[in-house]
Structures are given as structure tokens and as C-alpha cells.
């Protein structure tokens, strides 16, 4: 039996929010939001607000089932260990974003003395342990499994490479936290992420509800959390499957610390005079950038795209000096406001940065090569210029009038005659209108149809 109501909160980094819905005739409808401060040191606390505050009428929020996400940790730290950087690497990142993780860092081939330190003072929560086909290389694998083993590293180490040398992997990491799953490429040109998600939202779930106040909240709802990028993800997953017209789609999350950035639609669709280098990625992508943020990260997005940041600046006649000011003001307060008009027009610059960057670090480039048979073209990563509609979630681009900043995702980069990023062309923006998508996305497992259609039917469409 369906219940009369149904609740969902998301624990975020910076706000607790949920939102009290009724499901009626294969959608559902908003009974009531509400948001507050997360708590970081209990976040039960600020749970326990934000579901207080969504009961209606004069009945307690027990009566009713509550759904729950959590990025409170700042997401899952993943660092990603291949044999090739083109391709078991890439297929580690794969399976790390899709499962909700951030990769911290990449290492490829042999690990080095100097890169066994950096690991050990990174301290991710998961070594995500690549590398070699089913019966092929094993002596790097072998190797870098010595090596993890004799470490100090205190991160769960998860294996998923050459199948063949699975049980001396683990011999060689007894002592260690760590697990064996299904290799992530099996075969060349193969890939087999499933197995290794499974096990890193496991993960995450164990390691996430140990900590401040959230396992308070699983035995009160009975429950366990999903990452919410990954709740995200699964959305994005069924919305393509199941919604008319939805089939080519991006979404940009873009919140204080990170920006993600999802895409449904083929990776390549070929074309006589078109090859594909390196693999062939999946008909759902996601990204996430730890360096594109507005506030939590505003330093570093300020690092990253002083160039552009720069340009926009001097466009509108805008002291660098006054940004940087309030980008110092914003990093150490990711609670502050904007406070008049200068400081709402540097947000607008800072989100624009954001999703420019987001989107072409997802895609893939096509470039020009010559021979003296002729010229052909060479395609490498991800082919976004069948997308037709983009959606803009997350506190800031859910409340954003202005599709130029969202269609920023189209912008080219810097111009290269033999070479382009395979950005979308020109899709329709569109914003989701009351910060519904993570909340929704909860609701996803349970009520998938439900879910993707009230999604798609509270996006507010934006015009300019």
C-alpha cells in the first residue's frame, strides 16, 4: 500500500533540505519543503529540524516514511590506480564517478616512492586498485600490490584488475582494508563497471553512517543513505529511459563545493571519415570537479579559470581586486549572500565559470590529422552535440533566471583550427524549479516512473 506521504531529505554539505510529497496518479505533488544549516558536528540535529518542519497539519513525522541522501562528508575521496592512463584508468574514473565518488587523485603504471608518500598523506577513503586484462600484465599489478601492502595508507583498497592474480593481490594486502570485485575491463575495449559501484556504495554507506550523528538518523528512519550523487545519477538514468523527448540530455549541479556534470546521450555515433581513439564511454556520464565551486571552492575556482574569470572582469568593468576580495570573504563564509548588485554579478561570472569548465572537461574533442592518403578526423572522450535540452540544479542554477549561464556549456574554449571540444550545439536550458532534483532523486528506487516524470514536469524553462 502507497502511503499517503512520502518524505525525502538530502544532507548536504552546506544546507539539510527535504520535502514532503503525495503520490497521485503516477506523479508526485509537493505537500512542503524545507531547509536549514546542516549541522556538521550532528548532522541528526539539522535532520531532525528539516523533518520536523515537514509534517503536516498537526501529524508527527513518524507517520510517514522518510527517504535520505547525504554528500555531508564532502562525498566519497577516491584515488584511481590503472596500469594506462587511456585505459584502465579511465574506466576506474568511470566507475568512481557513477558510483558517487570524487577522485582525489590518478596514478598509472608502476607507483613510485614519492607518489606511495603523497598517497599515504592523502588519506582517500577508497584506493580504487586497477589494472591489466584477465590473464594479461601482472607484474605492475603485483608490484603495486607489494607496495600498498607495505604502506601506511589506512584507505580501503579495493581491487578490481586482472582477475588472474586476485588471491596474490589480496595476500599481498592482508592487513589492509581491503576487498576484491570484478575487473573494470575484462577484455580490451570491454568494460565492467557494475560490480566495482556495488561495492564502493557499500563502502560509502559504512563509511558515511559512522560518522557524526548520521547513524542516529538510519536507526530513526530505518534506512540507509544513498550518496547523492549517485541518487542523481539513477535519475538522470531513468529520466532518459523513460521520458518522451528525453533521450539527449545534460544536467549541471553546481553547489558551493563541486560541480557535476551528467550526460545522457550516445558517446559516439561514428561516421565514415571519424575514428575512435581510447574507449568507448557510456550512454550515461558523470563528472564532478572539486575545483568549480562557489563558495567552498571559490579559491580554487578563481585558480583554475583566472583567464576567463579575468576577461569577464574587464568586461564589465570590475575591479580584480574587488573580486578577489570577496572571493577570499566567500571561501572562508560559504554561507554568505551576495550583497548588492556588484556581488551578485560576481556569482553570475563565478557560476558561468563553472559550468564552462564542467562541460568541456566532460567532453571529448574531435581533431584534424593528416596523411598523405588524405585527411580524416579522430575522436577521443564523449560526443555532446546531440544534446537538446540542459537542466540547471543545485541552490544556485535551480533559482537562475538567465539561460546564458547555463548555455555557457556550449561555449568553445580556447579556438584551435585542427581541434574542438564536442560541447552541445544549442539545447534548450532549462532550470529545476525549487531545488527538487536530489529529492526527487531519492524517491527514484522505489518509484522510478513517478520520480523522472515530476522532475521533468517541474522544470522551469529559461529564456535570454
Known amino acids: 500500500m502507497t502511503p499517503s506521504a512520502l518524505a525525502s531529505i538530502d544532507i548536504g554539505s552546506t544546507y539539510t533540505k527535504g520535502a514532503l510529497f503525495a503520490l497521485e496518479a503516477g506523479a508526485f505533488r509537493l505537500l512542503s519543503r524545507a531547509e536549514t544549516p546542516t549541522t556538521a558536528d550532528n548532522l541528526a540535529v539539522g535532520f531532525g529540524r528539516v523533518r520536523e518542519k515537514l509534517g503536516p497539519g498537526g501529524r508527527g513525522p513518524e507517520d510517514f516514511p522518510v527517504y535520505l541522501s547525504s554528500s555531508a562528508r564532502g562525498g566519497l575521496k577516491i584515488a584511481a590506480l590503472g596500469l594506462t592512463a587511456d585505459l584502465t584508468l579511465s574506466i576506474a574514473r568511470m566507475a568512481a564517478y557513477s558510483a558517487g565518488g570524487k577522485i582525489v587523485r590518478t596514478y598509472s603504471y608502476e607507483l613510485a616512492a614519492d607518489e606511495i608518500a603523497g598517497l599515504e598523506a592523502l588519506q582517500p577513503d577508497i584506493i580504487l586498485f586497477t589494472g591489466g586484462t584477465d590473464g594479461g600484465n601482472s607484474a605492475v599489478v603485483l608490484r603495486n600490490a607489494e607496495l600498498l601492502g607495505r604502506s601506511s595508507t589506512a584507505a580501503f583498497i579495493l581491487y578490481a584488475g586482472n582477475a588472474k592474480v586476485r588471491d596474490r593481490v589480496l595476500a599481498l594486502l592482508d592487513g589492509k582494508a581491503a576487498a576484491a570485485t570484478d575487473n573494470v575491463m575484462p577484455?580490451?575495449?570491454?568494460?565492467?563497471?557494475?560490480?566495482?559501484?556495488?561495492?564502493?556504495?557499500?563502502?560509502?554507506?559504512?563509511?558515511?553512517?559512522?560518522g557524526k550523528g548520521l547513524s542516529t538518523v538510519v536507526r530513526e528512519t530505518g534506512r540507509d543513505p544513498w550518496p547523492t550523487p549517485l541518487a542523481v545519477f539513477e535519475l538522470v538514468r531513468r529520466i532518459g529511459a523513460s521520458q518522451p523527448g528525453w533521450s539527449d540530455f545534460g544536467l549541471v549541479d553546481m553547489g558551493g563545493a563541486t560541480t557535476d556534470f551528467y550526460s545522457h546521450t550516445e558517446a559516439f555515433t561514428g561516421g565514415d571519415s571519424v575514428l575512435l581513439r581510447g574507449l568507448h564511454e557510456p550512454l550515461l556520464k558523470r563528472t564532478v570537479e572539486g575545483d568549480l565551486g562557489l563558495r567552498v571552492s571559490a579559491a580554487a575556482l578563481w585558480e583554475s579559470e583566472r583567464a576567463y574569470l579575468t576577461s569577464r572582469l574587464a568586461a564589465a568593468g570590475r575591479p580584480i581586486e574587488d573580486f578577489d576580495a570577496y572571493i577570499h570573504r566567500v571561501s572562508a563564509q560559504p554561507e554568505s549572500r551576495p550583497e548588492g548588485g556588484a556581488e551578485r554579478a560576481y556569482d553570475e561570472m563565478m557560476a558561468a565559470a563553472c559550468v564552462r569548465a564542467a562541460a568541456l572537461r566532460h567532453a571529448g574533442t574531435l581533431s584534424r590529422v593528416y596523411t598523405p592518403q588524405g585527411g580524416f578526423h579522430v575522436q577521443r572522450g564523449k560526443d555532446l552535440r546531440r544534446i537538446t535540452r540542459l537542466i540547471g540544479t543545485g541552490g544556485y542554477l535551480?533559482?537562475?533566471?538567465?539561460?546564458?549561464?547555463?548555455?555557457?556549456a556550449c561555449a568553445p574554449g580556447q579556438a584551435d583550427a585542427d581541434s574542438q571540444p564536442l560541447l552541445p550545439v544549442s539545447p534548450a536550458a532549462y532550470a529545476d524549479e525549487g531545488y527538487l532534483f536530489p529529492l526527487l532523486a531519492n524517491l527514484a528506487g522505489d518509484y522510478p516512473d513517478a520520480a523522472a516524470r515530476t522532475a521533468v514536469g517541474g522544470l522551469r524553462v529559461l529564456k535570454g
Open 398 to 408: 535551480s533559482r537562475t533566471e538567465n539561460a546564458a549561464i547555463l548555455l555557457e
Open 187 to 210: 577484455e580490451v575495449g570491454t568494460i565492467q563497471i557494475e560490480p566495482a559501484r556495488e561495492v564502493i556504495r557499500k563502502i560509502f554507506l559504512k563509511r558515511i553512517v559512522d
